[in-house]
């Protein structure tokens, strides 16, 4: 049972950590070939006949004449897809040599059951389908013949030929039940009936045994052919059989089940078929022409020797196969595609045992030393258990980032500061939305308090200082979060801050900008040395100066970060370090800014991400790593961002006649309608209505508490005055806030005097996000939140119709369409031992993404081996996702092709050198076995 896991789990490596390639190149003669040839089971009259390329594709259908001959003039179609080309390319038939194209001629289900096709019978006795008993010579129609041959054609050539009987679909049947080329299914045919030629080579018009003048012009061997093709409907009829079509069902059967082509029993019983065939023959035109007796007997009696023949050559107990019969360019080729699967499988097995086991450091098999380990090590250095790093690095230049922008831009004092009290200032003057849930807590000053000690109090000490254009953080020690006892970090950094082209005001030029950093971060067992040569580098497409509130005022074309520095974790030997270099390139995505307008700036998409360094450790090699992504679609990218306000996607309407107020989010696809009206003295009501996805719940069902009252901000009005006349004193406004209570007699006049003040708010907690399907969870943005409102004044809603802000809460885009994902290229390089066993790799990636769900890629090992033989192989993919086709090459381009059926999963190829196929793959119960050209088997792993 082990044994059968693995070869599941090695199939799904091969198909999921490497990828696969284009099919060969086959271009079939494109000027047309007339295909023509004889259908004889006896003589199949008026029978449609159908001509298919390799890929199944009918190309013309013709019926035969009342000889059983036919012709019909053909034009090839191009080579489908690889896709399409790799399913059909599991029937293993499609391999014939270089410069030929393979046909396939059948005569069509079905085409009988019109009532114009017959067949002669030229055996003893005939039984059709529909069990009519018929004798010698006699022509009896038939609903269920099948015959099929293959049919090689060189380019170039105009016209072919071949007979259409039960030895040439023998033939067919073969090549495809049991994945043979046609050459090699010909041969098995012809030495199990000790022909002269394969099958499809024999005289295409074939003889008709029922007529003595076709009889008495034939040669001994073309009779003898003939009285072999006819035995087998005499087979049949004695083995109680309805006829040829139910004899070969069996032999289709043999042969998907054993690696065989003919019994001894079903060889010794056709010969004996065949002796009655000849004297059938015989009896009928002795009495016409009498020397046809002795040249028939002629013909039992070498058609009888053929059989004996073949069956001493080619039976070993009761099952007959010949062997092969190879020429020294096909063995050659042969042992270079098992050299092929003997070093897929020697690499995939031991990486599959590595994957299996070996990533797992308490393991007893582990080995630290191969290239997957170290790699799971790398990726935990630079990420993993030290991610602290990143969110440190954040909120410290938050922290710093506003200080500079006060200082530069609104003239602030520039003297050392406190890192702890610029926390502070920044914690209160951004707390996030839903950290408090709204202005409408009761506790909400009491919450954003809570929130800025949390946030200052991670802040332990150092300071922020500027020296010209230079700005130093000294000393600055903070813990990663606001537990007591989490871990302190030590930041020092440094960096030039861009000249402005105004002196005094935030001016830059338009073009490349540069802010070069360096220092150190520490904590954690971690340490970052960030060294000369860092920059942020960005690049404007205007001019800036002013406010950096205005939507779209930085209009940045490119950021990048580059970054030299030396990564440690641990120390001793167990200290983990990379040295190197990482570039991150963002760029402006023009649709990115038409579909977020209100953003003062938008996000710029990942361009180019370039990796180039050596991760090492004491006892260990150094991993030399080099990545590099390119992203070629960045400027087409567009997805409303998360957090962005949007006037399109909610609004508002009056009517004056009923006094209602409808509000409404979303779209026409998914959103809500909300309808304000009153009901007498109990206050104002919300009748909500969903479509799509957006719900209601029962939010509304009772009335609005805000919506009688609203706020008036009095900043002449003194504080003591203010608490004593009853009302509240705002720090934050420096002024006085008075509630203001409607009557019910202003409500009934116009009820959008309930629209203000806290009223928006309410609805918005009660409403909640509404998702909308493309874009992401929309929610109602308070209107007194806007700098263009007034919160306490009372012209919020004056007009009859008109936008209400919106925020995306969350994003959730449509990938599927185009600009909606990120495509591109990348390339990595690394080397190393894949496993204990294996000798030290090159390795490189090459992966491009055409389609959200759409790309290929392909996976390059080269290694020496022992006797310093250069090997290299090419693991390459047309299609990711799903991953159903795998390809891999060498260097002499011997190529194994695997591909995943789509519902089964199961997988099956071939292996092929310069078109030649040379083996093939397959499930055998819980084994995927490889059958060769020279019938040898074994397992694919």
Request: charged fraction near 20%; charge should be negative.
């Given at each position: ?840 790799m090159q390795l490189e990636l090459d992966m491009q993404r055409t389609g959200y769900r759409a790309g290929n890629a392909s996976l390059k090992l080269n290694w020496e081996e022992a006797d310093q033989t250069p090997v290299a192989l090419t693991f390459s993919t047309p299609q990711l996702q799903p991953l159903t086709e795998v390809t891999v090459a060498n260097r002499d381009g011997t190529r194994l092709l695997l591909s995943r059926d789509a519902v089964s999963g199961e997988l099956s190829g071939r292996i092929e050198r310069q078109g030649q196929a040379l083996g093939t793959v397959r499930r055998e119960g819980a084994v995927y076995m490889v059958t060769w050209l020279d019938d040898s088997i074994e397992s694919l792993y």
């Amino acid at each position: 049972m082990k044994r059968y896991w693995g070869a599941a789990l090695l199939c799904g490596l091969l198909l999921t950590t490497v990828g696969c390639g284009s099919s060969r190149d086959r271009n079939p003669t494109s000027a047309g070939v007339t295909v023509s040839g004889t259908v004889m089971k006896g003589v199949a009259q008026g029978v449609q006949v159908a001509v298919q390329d390799a890929w199944g594709r009918t190309l013309g259908v013709v019926k035969t004449d009342d000889q059983g001959h036919f012709s019909l003039p053909v034009l090839p179609m191009a080579p489908p897809a690889a896709a399409g080309e790799m399913s059909a390319a599991t029937n293993f038939y499609v391999g014939v040599e270089p410069g030929s194209s393979l046909y396939r001629v059948l005569i069509q289900q079905g085409s009988l059951q019109q009532g114009n096709g017959h067949v002669v019978c030229d055996a003893p006795q005939c039984r059709s389908g529909g069990g009519v008993e018929v004798g010698f010579g006699a022509t009896y129609p038939t609903s269920t013949l099948v015959l099929s041959g293959l049919l090689v054609v060189e380019d170039g050539q105009r016209a072919a030929a071949l007979p259409i009987n039960v030895l040439t679909t023998l033939q067919d049947m073969l090549a495809r039940e049991q994945q043979l080329t046609a050459a090699r299914a010909g041969q098995i045919v012809q030495d199990l009936f000790g022909l002269s030629s394969p099958p499809a080579y024999l005289p295409p018009s074939g003889v008709d045994l029922t007529d003595p003048e076709a009889v008495a012009r034939a040669s001994v061997e073309e009779l003898v052919t003939a009285v072999l093709n006819a035995a087998v409907e005499q087979d049949a009829y004695q083995n109680g059989q309805q006829g040829v079509p139910a004899w070969l069902d069996e032999r289709r059967e043999q042969m998907r089940e054993q690696q065989m082509a003919l019994e001894r029993e079903r060889l010794l019983a056709l010969r004996d078929a065949a002796a009655a065939t000849a004297q059938a023959a015989a009896d009928a035109h002795a009495a016409k022409q009498a020397e046809l007796r002795a040249k028939l007997e002629s013909v039992r009696q070498r058609a009888s020797q053929q059989i004996n023949d073949a069956i001493d050559e080619h039976c070993d107990g009761d099952l007959c196969l010949p062997a092969p019969r190879l020429s020294p360019a096909e063995q050659s080729a042969l042992d270079a595609a098992k050299a092929l699967v003997a070093q897929v499988r020697g690499v995939a097995a031991a990486s599959l045992e590595v994957f299996e086991s070996g990533l797992d450091p308490a393991h007893p098999d582990h080995d630290p030393d191969t290239l997957p380990a170290r790699l799971q090590q790398a990726g935990q250095l630079l990420g993993g258990e030290h991610a602290q790093l990143l969110p440190v690095l954040r909120d410290v230049m938050q922290v710093a980032g506003e200080h500079l922008e006060s200082v530069v831009i609104k003239g602030e004092p520039d003297g050392p500061q406190a890192i702890a009290e610029l926390a502070r200032r920044y914690a209160h003057n951004n707390v996030p939305w839903r950290v408090c849930e709204g202005p409408w807590m009761a506790d909400y000053d009491a919450c954003v308090e809570a929130y800025v000690e949390a946030f200052a109090s991670r802040f332990i000490g150092g300071q922020l200082m500027r020296e010209g254009q230079r700005w130093q953080l000294q000393d600055v020690s903070l813990r990663a979060d606001d537990v007591a006892d989490s871990p302190i970090w030590y930041v020092a950094l440094a960096l030039e801050q861009p000249r402005f082209s105004q002196d005094g005001d935030l001016a830059l030029g338009a073009g490349p900008q540069q802010l070069p950093f360096s220092g150190t971060v520490q904590g954690d067992g971690l340490s970052l040395q960030i060294n000369s040569g860092s920059a942020l580098d960005f690049t404007l497409g205007e001019a800036f100066a002013g406010s950096l509130e205005a939507p779209g005022a930085l209009q940045l074309t490119s950021v990048d970060l580059v970054l030299d520095a030396v990564l440690a974790v641990g120390d001793g030997d167990a200290q983990q370090r990379f040295t190197g270099r990482l570039e991150l390139g963002l760029v402006a995505s023009p649709a990115m800014h038409a579909a977020n307008p209100n953003l003062p700036l938008v996000s710029p998409i990942p361009h180019t991400l370039v990796l180039d360094g050596r991760f090492e450790q004491d006892d260990q090699q150094p991993l030399v790593a080099e990545l590099e992504m390119v992203i070629d679609n960045a400027a087409r990218f567009a997805a409303r961002q998360q957090g962005g306000r949007f006037d399109d996607r909610a609004g508002y309407a009056y009517d004056s006649g009923l006094n209602e107020v409808t509000l409404t989010l979303g779209t026409d696809q998914d959103g809500v309608q909300l309808r304000l009206h009153q009901q007498g003295p109990d206050g104002v009501y919300v009748d909500c209505a969903a479509h799509g996805k957006a719900t209601c719940g029962e939010q509304f069902e009772w009335p609005l508490e805000s919506a009688w009252f609203y706020e008036v901000l009095d900043t002449q009005l003194s504080e003591p005055a203010c608490v004593e006349a009853g009302f509240w004193w705002s720090e934050e406004e420096s002024g006085c806030i008075e509630s203001v209570y409607l009557t019910e007699d202003e409500l009934a006049a116009d009820l959008r005097l309930a629209l203000r003040g806290w009223t928006l708010e309410e609805i918005s907690q009660r409403l909640g996000p509404v998702p909308v399907t493309g874009e992401g969870t929309y929610q109602l943005q308070p209107l007194s939140w806007q700098p263009s409102h007034d919160r306490y004044g009372n012209d919020l809603f004056t007009a009859e119709q008109g936008t209400l802000p919106a925020y995306l809460v969350r994003m959730a885009p449509d990938h599927e369409r185009d600009g909606g994902y990120l495509s591109g290229v990348l390339h990595a390089r690394t080397e190393g031992r894949l496993a204990a066993g294996l000798p030290t790799m090159q390795l490189e990636l090459d992966m491009q993404r055409t389609g959200y769900r759409a790309g290929n890629a392909s996976l390059k090992l080269n290694w020496e081996e022992a006797d310093q033989t250069p090997v290299a192989l090419t693991f390459s993919t047309p299609q990711l996702q799903p991953l159903t086709e795998v390809t891999v090459a060498n260097r002499d381009g011997t190529r194994l092709l695997l591909s995943r059926d789509a519902v089964s999963g199961e997988l099956s190829g071939r292996i092929e050198r310069q078109g030649q196929a040379l083996g093939t793959v397959r499930r055998e119960g819980a084994v995927y076995m490889v059958t060769w050209l020279d019938d040898s088997i074994e397992s694919l792993y």
